[in-house]
């Protein structure tokens, strides 16, 4: 046996000089333990031998702590695997490359099946294609298209393969991201003492939570407010406050940054931020910036699956998945980040569905109109015609 290992060993040498390695070789682990082992690993890894071919179903090594080297090797479909070894493992392995193991990563939540329910999806109005890096638990971050477009607590997300939904969880998380808006910075004509700055976001309706910018002036103390201009459903014009500070600044104080919270949603893409001078000069804003939440979304799917996540129609409900009794589970779990491509829009929304919160009046206005035409036409129907008159 020994003589045939021996042989084979040669045979994978003359094999390797006609062209170059397939796999790459890693350095030493250190500090050794399996934490750092799994997190050099992608989909399979070889342990330090190797034999030249390769079953995928053979049995996994039981303790990955004995080894100490460990190369990458990406297969993407399953039968036998040829490869040829660099020197480099053939020196770190035993003479008789007794010590070549194989490890295979565990499947992330085993038993769990990665498809759901058909659905119609000709109500959704907008869809992305989802790219998958490789099989197993999945993660996409939610962006501003999506957070714009979508319900407020996202309950029209789906996640779609050949007409049935993938479960997913929603992942709400502590992480923020911040967006650099468009300022326009103004005065008041009728009170000079009041200065305004016009805050122009990319989207509309974005859960922003945090408002932020620094300070040039050196002293002062104001209270600020935040709002937005909406129209109602009767076409008046109304404020909706989004949240208000006291900022103050002093010469000592080295931190330059003032911030305040945003309480309500905004419905809108324009935000107006307000403060009365009094007896003072005005104040110098610069370098705003507003943050909003990390939403992901958690799923399992396979590599070579065509998905694609499905959001614009306001009258969906929250999805009831099984899933979510495994949410620990998935959140504990190696994720992997898939990628969002381009919008794509599937039809044009309804009129009704056209009129952006806030922004009503027209529907008000419009039916009223129409029953004031109506009532005047049977008025005219009512009144007695004029009679001729008695020659």
Known sequence: MNRLNNDLRRSKITHLWGRPPVCRFEEPLAPWSPTNFRAALNNYSWLCGLTLILGLSAHAANSVSDWRYAQQLNISAPGLVKLSLPPETLDKARPGLEDIKDYRSPEALPGVEDGGAPLDVSAWIFRKPVMLAKTGAQEIEVDTDILSR???????????????????????????????????????????????????????????????????????????????????????????????????????????????????????????????????????????????????????????????????????????????????????????VATLGAEDRLKQPSWAARQAPGTGGVLFWGVLALVIVALLTIIARLLPKPSDPVK
């Open 150 to 336: 979508a319900q407020t607590g996202l309950q029209d997300l789906r996640i779609m393969r050949n007409g049935k939904q993938i479960p997913y969880v929603l992942e709400r998380t502590s992480i923020n991201r911040l967006l650099k808006p468009t300022v326009t910075a103004t005065n008041d004509a009728k009170d000079p003492k009041l200065s305004r700055w016009i805050i122009q976001l990319s989207h509309r309706a974005l859960p922003v939570t945090r408002l932020g910018c620094n300070a040039r002036t050196q002293l002062f103390q104001r209270d600020m407010a935040l709002y937005e201009e909406l129209t109602g459903e009767r076409g008046e014009e109304y404020r909706h406050l989004l949240g208000g500070a006291s900022w103050m600044q002093t010469p000592e104080r080295k931190r330059k940054e003032v911030a305040l919270t945003i309480d309500s949603q905004p419905q809108s893409d324009t935000f107006l931020l307000e403060t009365h001078n009094g007896d003072n000069p005005p104040i110098e804003l610069v370098s705003f910036q507003v943050s909003y939440p990390v939403t992901r979304v958690l799923f399992k799917a396979k590599f070579k699956d065509e998905l694609f996540l499905y959001y614009g129609n306001p009258r969906a409900i929250s999805p009831r998945y099984d899933l979510n009794l495994m949410a620990a589970q998935l959140l504990a779990s190696e994720k992997t």
